[in-house]
C-alpha cells in the first residue's frame, strides 16, 4: 500500500505541475501500473506433497510460460512439507517470510495458525495469495471453498444411485482438516433428508490411502449389506474402491468421493467408483501465478476467485 | 601440526594447541564443527541465511523442538525413552488454551500451570515405567495414544483461539533481542547442564543410565529418580507446547505430533546414547539447533521436498559418522 499511495502521490503531484502549466486536469490511471523489470519468484507452499498438486503446478506452469513469451521472466518455486505437519507448514511460511519472494501463495493446513504467519508475511510486504485452502477472508484466495456442497451435492447424487435407500458409510479425512470436517457435515445435512438412508459409520483415515483401505474392509465386515461410501478426500476413494474391489462387491456397493487423481479416474471408467467431485485445480495454479505477477504490477485482483467444481462420472469422461 | 606443539600437548596443554586437544575431548566438538560447517555452507550458498530475521526464526523454531529433546535426553541418559513427548506437548498446549480462555487465568500464570500439568502427564509414564518396572517404550507407545486421543475428545479437532495480546508475548516477543521462546529453551539447557554435573540428582541419573541395578545397590533410590526424570520431561515437553501456542496465537490440536523423532534425533546427533548413561545437555541443544539450520537450509536452498527427507537422513548419518571419528 505504501508504494501504492507513493505513486498516486507522484500522479497528484503530476497532475498539479500540469495544471500549474494551464493544461487541463488528467489523471493517467495507466501510470499506476508498474513495469516488471527482473525477474519475479513466487513461492508456493501446498498442505503436503500430493498427486493432486501436480495439477495445480501444471496450470502454474502454463501462466508463467505465458508470462516468458510477454518478456517476464516469473520463476514459481514449490516449498513442499513432505507430510501434512502443521509445525512444519509454519516452518516454512516463516523461513519464507524471511528470503522475501516477490509472491507467497499458501495452501492452509490449519487455518488457525497459518493466519498469524500470513498476517505477518502480508505486514512485510509480501504479496500473498491463500490457494487451494480458504482460511480467511483477510487475504485473497483462488480456489474452491464451498465443501459443504460439495458433501451435500454427493450426497444427493449418492442417494439417487442407490435408489435412496439402504446403509451408508464415511471416511471422514482428517479430523483437523477443515474441509473434509465440512463435506462430511454437507453430506449428513444432505442425508438427514433422506430417512431410508442410515449412515451406520463414520471413521477418520487421516488421508492415509492404506488406512481408508483397512477402514473400508472392516466396514463392510461389520455391516455386510453396506451399499454406498462416501470418500471426503482425495485418496479415500480410491481406497474405498480398491477394498470393495478386492471383496468382489463392486455392483453391491457404490462410492463417492472426491477428486480426479488418475487411479480415480481408473476406478470411474472400470465402474467401480461411481461419481467423484472434480476440482479444477490446474485453475487455480494458473490464476495464482496470474494474480501474483499482477499484484507485483499494482493491478487489483479479485478477493475470491472461485475455481468451482463438477461431478465426473464414466458418462461425463465418455463425452471428452 | 608441528612436532613441538604436538610435544607440548603430550607434556601440559597449552595456548592454541591445548584448548585444541581441549576441545577435542569436549563430548560436544562433533555436532558443534557439523553446525559450524552447515551455517558456513549456508551462508555462502544463501544470502537470506544470515539476515537477523531468518536467525532468529531459526533459534525459535530450534526452541520449540529443543525443549522436547532436553526433556527426550534426561529419559534417554536413564536408559529409557518417552514416545509421548510430543503428543503431551499437544495436549499440555490445548490444556493451556483452556485455562486462559475458558477459566480465565491470568496470561503469566498459564505457562507455570501449564508446565506443572505437563509435570504430571510426565509422572503418569514415571509410575508405570519406574515404580512398575514396564517397559517405558510400551507404557509411552500407549500414553502417546491416549495424550493424542484425548486432544481430539477435548478439542473435537477444532483450535483454541484467539489466546490474546499478552499472551502472544511469550511465543513472539523479545528478551534483548532474543525471541522468548529462545531464552526459555536455553534457561531450561542452562539449569539442566549444571543439575547434571554439580548435583547429586544429576550423578544419579548417569549413574543409573550406566548401571541401574548397581545404582541401587549402592543405596540410589532409583525408582524416585525415574519417576522425576519422566515427569521433567513431560514439564519440558508442555513448555514446547504451550509456548508454540504462544507463537501462533492458537492451541492447535495436532501440533507436537512432528516433534517426536526431530527430538530424538537431535538428541542422538548430539551424543546422547540410546543405551543411556552417556550424553550432554549442550550436545542436545546443538543437535536441535543443527535440525532447524538444516530444515531452513533446505527451504531456502529450494531443495526439492521429495529429495528432503533423504538428505536429512544423510546428514543425520553424517552427524553420528563425525561424531565416531572424533571418539576413535
Known amino acids: ?320 | 601440526m608441528s612436532e613441538a606443539a604436538v610435544s607440548s600437548v603430550r607434556r601440559k596443554p597449552q595456548g592454541l594447541a591445548g584448548a585444541l586437544a581441549k576441545f577435542r575431548q569436549w563430548d560436544a566438538s562433533g555436532i558443534f564443527v557439523a553446525l559450524i560447517v552447515l551455517c558456513l555452507v549456508l551462508a555462502v550458498a544463501a544470502p537470506a541465511f544470515l539476515s537477523q530475521y531468518n536467525l532468529s526464526v531459526v533459534a525459535r523454531q530450534a526452541s520449540f523442538v529443543g525443549l522436547v529433546a532436553l526433556g527426550q535426553t534426561l529419559v534417554l541418559l536413564i536408559g529409557g525413552i518417552d514416545l509421548s513427548l510430543g503428543a503431551a506437548a499437544g495436549l499440555s498446549a490445548i490444556v493451556g488454551g483452556l485455562m486462559l480462555t475458558s477459566v480465565g487465568i491470568h496470561p503469566y500464570l498459564v505457562v507455570p500451570l501449564t508446565a506443572c500439568f505437563g509435570f504430571l502427564l510426565g509422572t503418569i509414564n514415571g509410575f508405570f515405567t519406574a515404580r512398575l518396572r514396564l517397559n517405558p517404550f510400551i507404557v509411552t507407545l500407549a500414553s502417546w495414544e491416549i495424550f493424542a486421543g484425548a486432544t481430539l475428545v477435548i478439542t473435537k479437532g477444532y483450535p483454541i483461539r484467539p489466546l490474546g495480546d499478552a499472551f502472544q508475548w511469550f511465543g513472539r516477543g523479545e528478551i534483548f533481542g532474543i525471541p522468548v521462546p529462545v531464552v526459555i529453551f536455553l534457561a531450561a539447557g542452562l539449569i539442566l547442564s549444571y543439575v547434571l554435573a554439580r548435583t547429586r540428582f544429576g550423578r544419579n541419573i548417569y549413574a543409573i543410565g550406566g548401571n541401574r541395578d548397581a545404582a541401587n545397590l549402592v543405596g540410589i533410590r532409583v525408582w524416585r529418580i525415574e519417576f522425576i526424570v519422566f515427569g521433567l520431561a513431560g514439564m519440558l515437553a508442555s513448555l514446547a507446547g504451550i509456548l508454540y501456542a504462544a507463537r501462533m496465537n492458537s492451541a492447535q490440536p495436532s501440533v507436537g505430533e512432528g516433534w517426536l523423532m526431530g527430538a530424538i534425533t537431535a538428541a542422538i546427533i548430539g551424543g546422547t546414547s540410546l543405551r543411556g548413561g552417556q550424553g550432554t545437555i549442550i550436545g542436545t541443544i546443538f543437535g536441535a539447533l543443527l535440525m532447524a539450520v538444516l530444515a531452513n537450509g533446505i527451504v531456502l536452498l529450494n531443495v526439492s521436498g521429495y529429495w528432503e527427507r533423504v538428505i536429512v537422513g544423510l546428514v543425520v548419518l553424517i552427524a553420528i559418522l563425525v561424531d565416531l571419528f572424533r571418539r576413535r
Open chain 1, 1 to 320: 500500500m505504501g508504494s501504492f499511495s507513493r505513486t498516486l502521490l507522484g500522479a497528484a503531484v503530476a497532475s498539479g505541475l500540469a495544471m500549474a502549466g494551464g493544461s487541463a486536469l488528467a489523471f493517467d490511471q495507466g501510470s499506476l501500473i508498474k513495469p516488471i523489470d527482473g525477474p519475479l519468484t513466487l513461492v508456493f507452499i501446498p498442505k503436503v506433497i500430493h498427486p493432486w498438486y501436480e495439477v495445480v503446478k501444471a496450470g502454474a506452469q502454463a501462466a508463467a510460460d505465458e508470462f516468458a513469451k510477454e518478456g517476464i521472466e516469473v520463476d514459481v518455486r514449490w516449498d513442499e512439507p513432505p507430510q501434512a505437519d502443521v509445525a512444519d507448514h509454519n516452518r516454512r511460511i516463516e523461513t519464507n517470510i524471511g528470503r522475501h519472494p516477490d509472491g507467497l501463495a499458501v495452501s492452509c493446513l490449519d487455518p488457525s495458525t497459518n493466519v498469524q504467519l500470513l498476517q505477518e508475511a502480508v505486514d512485510a510486504g509480501i504479496n500473498v495469495i491463500t490457494f487451494d485452502t480458504y482460511c480467511s477472508d483477510d487475504f485473497h484466495f483462488v480456489g474452491h471453498k464451498n465443501d459443504a456442497q460439495d458433501g451435500a451435492d454427493l450426497a444427493a447424487f449418492l442417494a439417487e444411485k442407490i435408489g435412496d435407500k439402504g446403509k451408508v458409510g464415511i471416511l471422514a479425512g482428517s479430523l483437523t482438516a477443515a474441509n473434509h470436517a465440512a463435506r462430511v457435515q454437507g453430506f449428513k445435512d444432505e442425508m438427514a433428508k433422506h430417512p431410508n438412508i442410515d449412515i451406520v459409520f463414520e471413521q477418520p483415515d487421516d488421508d492415509s490411502l492404506e488406512k481408508a483401505v483397512s477402514l473400508t474392509e472392516n466396514a463392510l465386515q461389520a455391516n455386510p449389506d453396506l451399499v454406498g461410501i462416501f470418500g471426503s478426500n482425495a485418496s479415500n476413494p480410491i481406497g474405498a474402491a480398491r477394498a470393495v474391489d478386492n471383496a468382489g462387491l463392486t455392483d453391491q456397493v457404490t462410492i463417492v468421493g472426491m477428486d480426479d487423481l488418475p487411479e480415480t479416474l481408473q476406478f470411474i471408467e472400470d465402474g467401480v467408483i461411481a461419481g467423484v467431485k472434480a476440482q479444477r485445480q490446474w485453475e487455480i495454479g494458473y490464476w495464482a501465478v496470474k494474480y501474483l505477477v499482477a499484484m507485483n504490477q499494482n493491478h487489483t485482483v479479485p478477493m475470491e476467485h472461485a475455481t468451482g467444481s463438477q461431478i465426473l462420472t464414466k458418462d461425463v469422461l465418455a463425452q471428452q
